[in-house]
């Protein structure tokens, strides 16, 4: 099987090893991934700031990039929402590019969602001696109704005990431009979502947003936090066949 990797902005500018890891991980499973060097932003920064004629260049890009791919993964569900959500509306006056928006968007999955739904992935071979706490970030859980696949390939990680984090569905306060335009109420819900993590008594963070891992990971930083911040897919290769 063939995929091709849409890598995200986050990604591709301050977490490549991420990217690097779902490579890895898929091509250990026996997949060929290949990686389109014209794909570019998701337009989802545009989107939600009122821009939306930016987004369409941008979303016209991505999809003219992955045309003539046959599967798209990304490990972001931010930025896989605004393809399944948001691209189709952006074109429902434009038929053309509503149907081309539509069959990317029938094509595109997160990481996680591509393990367990299309390769039914079921034994990682993973090792991880750690205990850890799993965030469930608002595209994620809301937008694609992804909750339970990241903790079932989790549960697959030998020596990796995961404790339920409280209040597990709030947001952690990035929600992207949201950050820097209403940052006093960002903080307040980044501080009571770090909270909550430490008193899982946690040292790894395990997350499917890069947005969300960076906002929290800066603000424990920033505060003298020492919790190991990673996303699902660096954990899924970490040891055994993975």
């Given amino acids: 099987m063939k995929v091709a990797l849409f890598i995200t902005c986050l990604a591709d500018a301050f977490y490549p090893k991420v990217g690097m890891s779902v490579v890895n991980v898929?091509?250990?499973?026996?997949?060929?991934?290949?990686?389109?060097?014209?794909?570019?932003?998701?337009?989802?920064?545009?989107?939600?700031?009122?821009?939306?004629?930016?987004?369409?260049?941008?979303?016209?890009?991505?999809?003219?990039?992955?045309?003539?791919?046959?599967?798209?993964?990304?490990?972001?569900?931010?930025?896989?929402?605004?393809?399944?959500?948001?691209?189709?509306?952006?074109?429902?006056?434009?038929?053309?590019?509503?149907?081309?928006?539509?069959?990317?968007?029938?094509?595109?999955?997160?990481?996680?969602?591509?393990?367990?739904?299309?390769?039914?992935?079921?034994?990682?071979?993973?090792?991880?001696?750690?205990?850890?706490?799993y965030h469930h970030s608002c595209h994620m859980i809301r937008g694609l109704e992804i909750e339970e696949e990241p903790i079932a390939l989790l549960s697959q990680v030998d020596g990796l005990t995961i404790k339920e984090l409280p209040y597990c569905k709030d947001c952690c306060g990035f929600g992207g431009t949201f950050a820097a335009k209403m940052s006093d109420i960002s903080e307040r819900m980044v501080d009571e979502k770090i909270k909550n993590i430490t008193s899982t008594g946690a040292s790894v963070l395990i997350g499917s947003d890069l947005g969300c891992l960076m906002n929290i990971g800066g603000r424990m930083r920033r505060t003298g936090k020492e919790i190991e911040i990673m996303h699902v897919a660096e954990v899924l290769e970490r040891g055994g066949r993975i």
Wanted: include cysteine; charge should be negative.
């Fill in 26 to 133: 898929l091509q250990k499973l026996g997949v060929e991934v290949e990686f389109p060097k014209e794909q570019t932003c998701c337009g989802q920064p545009a989107y939600n700031s009122g821009f939306h004629k930016d987004a369409m260049k941008a979303a016209k890009q991505v999809i003219r990039a992955f045309e003539n791919s046959e599967t798209v993964v990304t490990p972001s569900g931010s930025c896989a929402a605004m393809i399944h959500h948001y691209y189709p509306v952006l074109f429902e006056s434009d038929p053309v590019w509503r149907d081309k928006a539509q069959n990317l968007a029938d094509k595109t999955h997160e990481f996680s969602d591509f393990l367990v739904n299309v390769l039914k992935v079921e034994d990682l071979d993973a090792k991880l001696e750690s205990t850890a706490t």
